[in-house]
């Protein structure tokens, strides 16, 4: 339904999508394809660059075949792109992984698109330091006793 309503011409925003998410989507799989910048992503898409930064920013609705183009060109699904439900950045198409949930969710706190995959580096970092430290932690071992006062004195 989605793609027929966008064939024949009738832009997001009259079809109920919302543009920003959409823009948000395309910033990030942009990131995750690997383009630096919205400039240099406008150019491997042969697509003029004020055209793309609008589609990018949420101030201009896509049309269908730059959707597609878009979808096509950063291995998403055109689904994903413009409802959040199937083929995203990084998915097998089943269900979103969670570092995709990460990206979008640090895209909507306002990460900076260029500072994500390093902003995900290091919450990963901090995550596996937590795990390894709380598998370190005397007081996780499930053979102690749940209350060390009262293991250690004996009862009267």
Same mark, same amino acid.
């Given at each position: &339904? +989605?793609?027929?309503?966008?064939? @024949?011409? @009738?832009?997001?925003?009259? +079809?109920? &999508? ?17 383009? /630096? ?9 042969? $697509? ?11 101030? !201009?609705? @896509?049309? $269908?075949?730059?959707? +597609? ?5 950063? !291995? $998403? ?7 959040? /439900?199937? /083929? ?9 992984? *969670? ?18 995959? !390093?902003?995900?580096l290091v @919450?990963?970092?901090? $995550? ?7 598998e370190q932690? *005397? ?5 102690? *006793? ?7 004195? *004996?009862? !009267?």
């Amino acid at each position: &339904m +989605i793609v027929n309503a966008l064939r @024949i011409g @009738i832009s997001a925003k009259r +079809i109920g &999508m919302d543009r920003d998410a959409i823009a948000r989507r395309l910033k990030e799989a942009r990131t995750s394809a690997d383009f /630096k910048s919205a400039r240099e992503a406008a150019d491997s898409l042969g $697509v003029a660059y004020p055209t793309y930064a609008a589609h990018e920013n949420g101030s !201009r609705g @896509i049309e $269908v075949e730059a959707a +597609i183009h878009y979808a096509r060109r950063f !291995r $998403v699904s055109l689904d994903w792109l413009l409802t959040e /439900k199937g /083929k995203g950045p990084g998915d097998n198409g089943s269900a979103s992984t *969670p570092e995709s949930r990460l990206r979008s969710a640090l895209l909507e706190f306002g990460v900076d698109a260029a500072d994500l995959g !390093r902003a995900v580096l290091v @919450i990963r970092g901090f $995550v596996d330091d937590f795990v390894e430290q709380s598998e370190q932690d *005397p007081r996780r071992d499930q053979s102690a *006793p749940a209350n060390r006062r009262h293991a250690a004195a *004996p009862s !009267r």
